[in-house]
C-alpha cells in the first residue's frame, strides 16, 4: 500500500460537474474533514452548518468524519452541543451528522497536538486500506497561526495510507495578511511548507450565486459582448453596505478597516471577474490567469480618488467610537469609495468606483454597469437615462437591465424602464446554496476554480497598499456620517466626478404591484 505524502489529485479533470461527486462517492472517498478553530465563530456559523448541509443533502461521502480541533478542552460531546443550534435539519438527519463529529483538543504549535491529530486520523482511516483516503484541513483561524499550524500539519500529519486517488488539502480563510509585504511573507510561509495545488485560500464572494453566473453572463451572451468595453461603458460601481455596524467585533475589525475586510478581496474578486478576458477554457487556471492580468493591469489606488468614513451614533445605533472594543480616537475607516483605473485597452478611461460601508441604511451588494449615453439622437435628454446593467449579488439576487423604452400613451415620450430578471420570480422555490457549501465542495472535488492563487492575491494587495499605508499613518481622518445613512456626502461628489449619472426620475415597480405575481 502506497504512503502518501500528500500529492494533490483532483477527482477527475472536469471537476465541476455533478458526476464528481459520484466519482468520489463511487470511489469510496474516506473523507475526513478537520476543522481547525473548531471552537471558533466562523466554524460554528458557517464552516459545521455548510458541511452539515452538504451532508443531508447527499453531497459527501457515505464515509465521512468531521473532527475538530482547537486549543479549548472541550469533550465530542461539547463540540455537539455548541454546533447543534445551528444546523437546520429534521432530528435524524442532524443526529446522524453530529454522530461523525468528534474533538480533539491541542494547541496550534509544538507537534503534541498534531500528533493527536494523526492518530485520531489513522484510527480512523484503520480498515480502508486501498481505497481513497481524503484529508481536508480547514483553518477557521486567524492567520497569525497558519504557518505554526500548516507546519504542525506539515510535519505530523500527512503520512496517510490511501490508494493512488488519495488526497490533502488546507483551506485557508482570509486575512492573507495587512499588506503586500506581510501577505508575500504569508505566502512564502505556506508556500514552502504546501504547494499552490494544496492551498484553497476562500473567498466566500466567489461562492455567491451571481459570482458564479458572471463566466455564463459574460461570455454566453452575444449582444452583452461587444459592448463590454470602453467604447460603450461610462462607469462601473461595485457597491457593499450594511446596515450594522461593528458590534462588539470592534476590536477585530479596527485593525483592519473597510478596505481590507471587504474591497481588497471580495470586491476586487468581483471586479476581476467582470473585467476579464474571456479564458481559454473553464479551468480553474485558465480562469485565475485571466484574473491575475486583469489585476495587474490596476493602478494603485490614490488617496485622491478616495473618501473615507466613519460611522457616528444615530437614533438607537452607537457610533464607532463608542464600541467599548474599539481603541479611543480610532481613525480607521468604516466606509470607503474609491475610483479605479484599469490600464488595459478594453478599460482605459473607464472609471471603476468601487464603494462599501458599514452602518449604512441599508444592505445591499450591487454591481451597476453604466453605459455611456448615445453620441447623438432625436430624442432629449438621454444623458440622464442612462442603460444601466445592475447586478444585485445580495439581498434577492436578481439581474435587471435599465433601458429607454416610450412611455406607453398618445405621446412620444422616452423613458426608463427595466428588463428584469428577479430570481425570486423567475426560479421561484429554486435552491440557492450558500456560498460555503459550494466552496466546501469544490474544495473536496478538487476544483480551485473559485480559490484564489498566490498571483491573484499578490495583485489585489498591490492595488491597495500604498493607499493602506497612508491611512496607517494617520496622515488621513475618515469623514463622519450618521449611522444609518449612505456615507460621506462627499461619496456621492467623487462618484458623480467619476461620471456616475444618477436617474431620479426612474422608479421601480415590484411585479406585485404590476400585477405580475398573485
Ligand atoms: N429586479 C429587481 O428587484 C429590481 C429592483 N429595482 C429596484 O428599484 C429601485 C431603483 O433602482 P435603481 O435605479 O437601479 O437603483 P437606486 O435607486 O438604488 O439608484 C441607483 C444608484 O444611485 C445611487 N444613489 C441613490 N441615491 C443617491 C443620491 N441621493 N445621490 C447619488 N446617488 C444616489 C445608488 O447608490 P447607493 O446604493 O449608494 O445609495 C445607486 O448606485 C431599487 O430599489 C432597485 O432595487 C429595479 C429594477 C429591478
Ligand atoms: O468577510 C466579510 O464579509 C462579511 C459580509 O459577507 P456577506 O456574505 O454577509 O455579504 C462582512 O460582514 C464582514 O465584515 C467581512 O469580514
Not at 123 to 132: C, V, Y
Not at 507 to 512: D, Y
Request: charged share 25%; glycine share 8%; net charge neutral.
Amino acid at each position: 500500500m502506497p504512503s502518501n505524502d500528500l500529492q494533490h489529485r483532483p477527482c477527475s479533470s472536469s471537476a465541476s460537474s455533478r458526476d464528481d461527486v459520484k466519482c468520489f462517492i463511487a470511489n469510496k472517498l474516506v473523507l475526513s474533514v478537520v476543522v481547525l478553530g473548531a471552537s471558533g465563530d466562523l466554524a460554528k456559523k458557517k464552516t459545521f452548518p455548510a458541511l452539515f448541509t452538504l451532508f443531508k443533502k447527499g453531497f459527501l461521502p457515505k464515509d465521512l468524519r468531521i473532527i475538530g480541533y482547537a486549543r479549548s478542552k472541550l469533550t465530542d460531546q461539547d463540540l455537539k452541543e455548541k454546533v447543534k443550534g445551528y444546523l437546520k435539519g429534521t432530528d435524524a438527519e442532524v443526529n446522524e451528522f453530529l454522530s461523525r463529529m468528534s474533538y480533539i483538543p491541542g494547541s496550534y504549535d509544538g507537534d503534541e497536538g498534531f500528533q493527536s491529530l494523526q492518530k485520531g486520523l489513522e484510527d480512523r482511516e484503520k480498515g480502508h486500506e486501498g481505497a481513497p483516503v481524503g484529508r481536508l484541513f480547514y483553518l477557521a483561524l486567524p492567520p497569525t497561526v497558519y504557518p505554526q499550524v500548516c507546519a504542525g500539519i506539515k510535519k505530523n500529519c500527512t503520512q496517510m495510507k490511501s490508494s493512488e486517488e488519495g488526497w490533502l488539502r488546507l483551506v485557508v480563510e482570509k486575512p492573507f495578511g495587512m499588506d503586500l509585504e506581510s501577505s508575500e511573507e504569508l505566502a512564502g510561509e505556506l508556500g514552502a511548507l504546501f504547494p499552490e495545488e494544496q492551498l484553497y485560500r476562500i473567498d466566500h464572494y466567489l461562492g455567491k450565486e451571481l459570482m458564479q453566473n458572471m463566466l455564463v453572463l459574460r461570455f454566453a451572451n452575444h449582444f452583452l459582448s461587444p459592448t463590454w468595453h470602453r467604447n460603450f461603458i461610462s462607469n462601473v460601481q461595485i457597491c457593499f453596505k450594511e446596515p450594522f455596524g461593528t458590534d462588539g467585533r470592534g476590536g477585530y475589525f479596527d485593525e483592519f478597516g473597510i478596505i481590507r475586510d471587504v474591497m481588497q478581496n471580495h470586491l476586487l474578486q468581483v471586479l476581476a471577474l467582470l473585467a476579464m478576458e474571456q479564458p481559454v477554457t473553464l479551468s480553474a487556471d485558465d480562469i485565475r490567469d485571466e484574473k491575475v492580468k486583469v489585476l495587474r493591469c490596476l493602478s494603485p489606488v490614490k488617496l485622491e480618488d478616495t473618501v473615507l468614513g466613519q460611522y457616528t451614533a444615530a437614533g438607537d445605533q452607537r457610533g464607532y467610537l463608542e464600541d467599548e472594543t474599539v481603541p479611543k480616537g480610532s481613525k480607521t475607516p468604516t466606509f470607503a469609495t474609491c475610483v479605479m483605473n484599469i490600464n488595459n485597452e478594453r478599460w482605459a478611461g473607464v472609471p471603476w468606483i468601487m464603494k462599501a460601508g458599514k452602518a449604512l441604511n441599508e444592505r445591499k451588494v450591487e454591481i451597476r454597469v453604466q453605459y455611456k449615453p448615445p453620441a447623438a439622437g432625436i430624442h432629449p435628454n438621454l444623458n440622464e437615462m442612462r442603460n444601466e446593467l445592475v447586478m444585485r449579488l445580495q439581498p434577492d439576487e436578481a439581474i435587471y437591465m435599465k433601458i429607454v423604452v416610450k412611455q406607453p400613451g398618445l405621446e412620444m415620450q422616452p423613458v426608463v424602464s427595466e428588463m428584469d430578471l428577479s430570481y425570486k420570480h423567475r426560479y421561484q422555490g429554486a435552491n440557492i446554496p450558500d456560498a460555503y457549501e459550494r466552496l466546501i465542495l469544490d474544495a473536496i472535488r478538487g476544483d480551485q476554480q473559485h480559490f484564489v492563487r498566490r498571483d491573484e492575491l499578490r495583485a489585489a494587495w498591490a492595488a491597495f497598499t500604498p493607499l493602506l499605508h497612508a491611512i496607517d499613518s494617520g496622515e488621513v481622518s475618515p469623514q463622519p456620517y450618521p449611522a444609518g445613512t449612505r456615507g460621506p456626502p462627499a461619496s456621492d461628489i467623487l462618484v458623480s466626478r467619476a461620471g456616475f449619472v444618477k436617474n431620479s426620475e426612474y422608479i421601480w415597480k415590484t411585479a406585485e404591484v404590476k400585477g405580475d405575481i398573485s
